[in-house]
């Protein structure tokens, strides 16, 4: 999800749009970032929408920072199954035996994705921090994670594995703005970050380096990877970056729910100037199945 902003600042798309950005995170997990930016450590944050609810749920109340911008359009949640597996669609994912820990984020929320598809709850097999339920050896059937996190799983499974799309017609992840911050560089930066975006969409291989040199652990290959497919969930058809308020009544009940937050109206999550209604003939594409070998 940032290498287009490191992209932006290596190739000067951030200047040309008038904005002076540093990149300067992330420097705390999950909710702690919302935080962050609402209490004026920084402008702007890229970050999850359940983190926000999150982080308002703990604070009380209003956070003074929301949402000016959706990246992932749909939820990029997916099964990873072997690549024999008979397991083909998300239908065949009910009661089936899924590593996880208990309680999580990630096992709640595809309890709860089942659920909402009329299915049966999965079997969890417990993470030990030692010895983790194997899908080469057959003690787990599914792991469940990001759909870019396919690198990871390969070779944390080390067998070659399939990625089945399962999450749901949700947002995920956005650009969330400091109610002190004017709307017109709130707007220029929304356009510099879909400017950000299309020219990834153009040229993925921009910014590798860079991104590359602030997290040495990531390797360039994964990079490229991980943005091949965080790109389906990026775009739907040609467009980006659009916040729908239908979608974002559908996020909040799901994660009320799913999560148990509870569910504030729209303004109190997302700047409202900033919402845009999708015409249906932009929700025509659907994720698609990945296969990785060894």
């Keep these: ?14 200047a040309e749009h008038g904005l002076d ?6 420097l705390g997990r999950g909710p702690e970032n919302v935080v962050r930016s609402a209490k004026g450590g920084a402008d702007f944050a890229l970050t999850s929408a359940y983190y926000h609810l999150a982080a308002r749920q703990q604070l009380g109340g209003d956070l003074g920072a929301r949402f000016v911008a959706v990246v992932h359009q749909r939820s990029p949640l997916a099964a990873f199954v072997p690549l024999d597996s008979p397991l083909e669609h998300p239908t065949d994912l009910g009661g ?23 299915l049966e709850v999965a079997v969890v097999v417990p993470e030990g921090n030692a010895d983790r339920p194997s899908l080469a050896r057959g003690e787990v059937d599914v792991i469940f994670s990001w759909a870019e996190a396919i690198p990871l799983i390969r070779r944390s499974a080390g067998i070659p594995v399939r990625s089945i799309p399962f999450g749901g017609e949700v947002y995920a992840t956005g650009l969330v703005a400091a109610d002190d ?24 291989g921009l910014g590798i380096a860079e991104l590359c040199a602030r997290f040495p652990a990531v390797g360039r290959d994964r990079v490229r990877e991980e943005w091949a497919i965080l790109n389906t969930h990026v775009f739907i058809g040609d467009k980006c970056l659009t916040m ?3 979608r974002w009544v559908a996020t909040i009940e799901h994660a009320s729910r799913t999560h148990g937050f509870d569910t504030p109206p729209i303004p109190d999550v997302v700047r409202a100037d900033m919402l845009q209604a999708v015409p249906p003939s932009w929700r025509t594409a659907e994720p698609r199945c990945v296969e990785a070998t060894k």
Aim: aromatic share 8%; no cysteine.
């Design 96 to 118: 089936v035996r899924v590593a996880g820990s208990t309680p999580g984020w990630f096992q709640s929320e595809y309890q709860g994705r089942l659920v909402e598809l009329g």
């Design 1 to 14: 999800m940032h290498l287009p902003l490191f992209a932006a600042e290596a190739s000067g798309l951030f």
């Design 244 to 246: 729908d308020p239908d």
């Design 181 to 204: 911050v004017a709307p017109a560089v709130v707007a220029r930066m929304v356009e510099a970050l879909r400017a950000a975006f299309e020219q990834q969409r153009r040229q993925p």
């Design 21 to 26: 950005v540093e990149l300067v995170g992330p």
